[in-house]
């Protein structure tokens, strides 16, 4: 089969990598860099690279495909369902604002039972649980601050 421009930047490219890598003498790194510019057949690129790692692998044209390594597979999309627990933690935390800070505890309540949870059946969500833990705890220490704050105001108008 006939090389292409491509085959032969890829054979240049395993050529330049293994005289980066002390694998091959610069005068015969010289002369396999000039061979393979003049290569017309993958078989003679194949001959240039053959004894250094990462060479240009040949393509079956029919046939099963090579197999890939799982390092190299698209990633899977997540099948584990998400925490219901840490849903409601998180919706619980930002209606907190709006509520004036009722549903603070039942954020932070859920937030740990979530998280709880995820650790143990592996469910995802420990963001979610994680926001309403973080939005539920900052609404109960407001209200906390707020009456700490009305004490001081009326032990001082006594």
């Not at 998280?115 to 939005?135: S, Y």
Request: proline share 9%; net charge neutral.
């Amino acid at each position: 089969m006939r090389a292409s421009h491509a085959d032969r930047e890829r054979a240049v490219d395993v050529l330049k990598a293994g005289f980066a890598e002390g694998r091959l003498p610069q005068q015969e790194y010289e002369q396999r860099i000039g061979r393979a510019y003049q290569a017309q057949t993958q078989a003679e690129l194949q001959m240039l690279v053959a004894d250094l790692p990462q060479g240009p692998m040949p393509q079956p044209q029919f046939g099963p495909p090579p197999a890939v390594p799982q390092t190299f597979m698209p990633v899977q999309p997540m099948t584990a369902p998400t925490n219901g627990s840490a849903t409601g933690a998180l919706v619980c935390g930002i209606l907190a604002p709006v509520t004036w800070g009722l549903t603070s505890i039942p954020a932070v309540i859920l937030g740990h039972k979530a998280r709880a949870e995820i650790r143990r059946t592996g469910e995802r969500g420990d963001g979610q649980a994680v926001a309403g833990l973080v939005l539920g705890w900052l609404g109960i220490s407001g209200w906390l601050l707020f009456f700490i704050l009305m004490v001081f105001v009326g032990a001082a108008n006594l």
